[in-house]
């Protein structure tokens, strides 16, 4: 009996099922609006599949952002020479958290103020 037999494709049939059952998710990312309010800790929610590592957080109408990684429990202000770190909620499977009752303008939660962010896995 050859080794190899071209005629048996039991096997390649069988790696090939295998294969097809393994599925690869892309990673999604989910990009949102919100009105400040002048709140602590606002709960704004992501709609991930679990905690993000990082939300990019700007306003509409002035050049500042804000980010928030997964993993600390605040939110960064950058403006041209200025960077400030407020402490708000660690952002979990559900939500993100903005403003700090020290200044909700630089926490990105200031009343009336339109904001847009994307959030990623």
Known sequence: ????NPYDVSADIATHAALATVHHTPPVVTTGTYTGNNSANRAIAHGLPGRPSLILIGETNIVSRNRILGTEAGIQFDWTTQSVFFAVTQPDATN????????????????????HWTAYP
């Open 1 to 4: 009996m050859p080794l190899w």
């Open 96 to 115: 993100f958290y903005v403003g700090n009752a020290t200044q909700y303008t630089q926490s990105a939660n200031a009343t009336g103020i339109n904001y």
